[in-house]
């Protein structure tokens, strides 16, 4: 069969078929509910990808966005046979209109049956996300620290920042008395596991405990020291859930299995980001994607027949996942709790009006 487009440059090809009849079907569960998805329109970017920006990071260079049918179309190709839902956000960047594109992922996710969080300003007063969360099928919001100010040279001029720096008190005591869900993408470059980011996602548990806190790409932990040194001290807060988007690393999917288990981890995809076809390596701390798309970052690449063997890395995450439950010897009731049932279950308790 033909290449069924995606999204972008990104294509789905006799590979894929093949790597997800060979690894992921007799796996994956009927019902998968996606808890980390990016869905906007196009037409809500505001500013134009230069050639500075896309040189500056990565993800810049991945910044094709999949507008709500472009979502539905690209799961039923990647997730033949399931019933996929989603828990659906925009692109917290201040190069997006950001108003609008809340209500756009809004409606479209309420005409689907999915369920939408609202990208939020620092700035924003209480009584503006109040009203936010008082709109149908909104469960709660996407903080993040590059919505603090703009920075055109890149994305990471707030990563030092204090978490209460994008997600202030007052929006937090609004959260906490709608039992809202917050994604928290956390700051540092020392990632979950910097003292900074402990204390304060423990501050937030103690001082807002009816927030559904799920801390997204497992505290940003891509390897296994990071993993250790971030996931290990919060594994006893049974209240607090993690989103395994984007993490890519069978080791660190089973080290949070072990340690956190499979009831507080929520699959999220973290597309249109991980439809990028190839594999990701890992250093000690420090990770490279290896693809064949032909990307600034993509300077060292690997011989033609490793390249023409790359699946999505949706897939591989995937793959990472289910290789880390057979290690813990967990089977169907476990994946189905990751994949489906746990977003579930936070979903139908969180900010119900
Ligand atoms: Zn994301």
Not at 155 to 160: A, F, L, N, S, V
Not at 212 to 226: D, M, N
Not at 285 to 306: C, G, I, K, M, W
Request: aromatic letters at 10%.
């Amino acid at each position: 069969m033909s290449a069924v487009p995606l999204v972008g440059p990104h294509v789905y090809t006799d590979v894929d078929r093949a790597f997800w009849e060979e690894h992921l079907e007799a796996w994956a569960p009927p019902a998968i509910t996606d808890a980390h998805v990016h869905v906007l329109d196009p037409e809500y970017r505001l500013e134009t990808i230069t050639e500075e920006m896309k040189r500056s990071y990565w993800v810049m260079e991945l910044q094709d966005m999949q507008d709500a049918p472009t979502t539905e179309r690209c799961y039923q190709t990647v997730f033949p046979g399931r019933r996929v839902s989603c828990l659906c956000f925009g692109w917290p960047s201040l190069g997006c209109e950001i108003e609008g594109g809340n209500e756009y992922v809004r409606t479209e996710a309420l005409a689907r049956g999915w369920r939408s969080l609202a990208v939020v300003r620092p700035s924003w007063r209480a009584e503006q996300v109040d009203w936010l969360l008082s709109l149908p099928g909104v469960k709660g919001v996407k903080p993040y620290y590059a919505m603090i100010s703009l920075d055109r040279s890149g994305r990471d001029r707030h990563i030092e920042a204090s978490i209460f720096d994008y997600l202030p008190h007052h929006q937090l005591e609004v959260l906490d008395q709608r039992r809202a869900w917050v994604t928290l993408h956390v700051p540092k470059a020392g990632r979950l596991g910097h003292p900074d980011n402990l204390r304060e996602v423990r501050e937030i548990r103690r001082r807002y405990p009816h927030i559904t806190v799920v801390i997204a790409h497992l505290g940003r932990c891509y390897t296994e020291p990071h993993a250790l040194q971030g996931l290990l001290p919060l594994a006893e807060d049974e209240g607090l859930f993690f989103d395994t988007s984007a993490v890519v690393n069978a080791d660190v999917h089973r080290l949070a299995l072990r340690h956190i288990g499979p009831n507080r981890l929520l699959y999220g995809s973290d597309n249109p980001v991980l439809y990028l076809r190839g594999r990701r390596q890992t250093h000690g701390t420090s990770y490279v994607n290896r693809t064949s798309l032909p990307f600034h970052f993509n300077r060292d690449r690997e011989p033609a027949e490793v390249e023409a063997r790359y699946t999505l890395m949706m897939y591989e995450d995937l793959k990472g996942i289910r290789d880390g439950c057979e290690a813990l010897g967990y089977g169907p009731a476990e994946a189905e709790a990751i994949l489906h049932g746990n977003a579930e279950r936070l979903l139908a308790a969180a900010n119900t009006g």
